[in-house]
C-alpha cells in the first residue's frame, strides 16, 4: 500500500496545483484580456450628443475626431440645436455616447473618456 508522510503532502499537492497555474499565469492575456475592437468589426452608430458651451463636449472633441478618423462611426448631435432628438433619447446631461443598433438603443455612457473607454461601448 502506498502511503504519503506529512512532509510529503505539501509537495505533492504543489506539483500538482503548481503546473496548471503556471499555465494559466502565463497565458492569462492571451486568454483573458479584453480582445481589441477594430471599426469594421463595430456593429451600430453611436450618437454623441454635446453643446457649444459645454467644457467637456470640447475636450471630448479630439477623440471623437480621433475614432471617426480611424473609421469609427460616430456622428454629432447638437442638444441644443435637436431638442426633439435629445428628448426622444432622454438626454439630462452632455457629452453623452449612445449606441444604437437597428434604431434601439443597447448602451449609453455620459462624461469625459479616453478614447480606448470610449471604444468599449461597442462590445
Known amino acids: 500500500m502506498f502511503s504519503i508522510s506529512p512532509k510529503m ?11 496548471p497555474a503556471l499555465i494559466v499565469a502565463l497565458n492569462y492575456h492571451n486568454w ?5 475592437i477594430y471599426p469594421w ?11 457649444d458651451w459645454c467644457g467637456v463636449c470640447k ?7 480621433q475614432l471617426q478618423d480611424e ?3 460616430i456622428r454629432t448631435v447638437d442638444a441644443d440645436r435637436h431638442r426633439e432628438e435629445a428628448m426622444r433619447y432622454g438626454i439630462r446631461a452632455v457629452p ?6 437597428d434604431g434601439q438603443e443597447v448602451r449609453r455612457t455620459t ?10 461601448i461597442w462590445r
Open 32 to 36: 483573458f484580456a479584453p480582445k481589441p
Open 96 to 101: 453623452t455616447f449612445i449606441l444604437v443598433r
Open 41 to 51: 468589426t463595430a456593429q451600430g452608430e453611436v450618437l454623441a450628443f454635446e453643446t
Open 59 to 65: 475636450a471630448m472633441k479630439p477623440v471623437v475626431q
Open 111 to 120: 462624461g469625459f473618456m479616453s478614447a480606448e473607454d470610449l471604444k468599449q
Open 71 to 73: 473609421g469609427f462611426d
Open 9 to 19: 503532502f505539501p509537495l505533492c499537492v504543489a506539483l500538482a496545483i503548481g503546473p
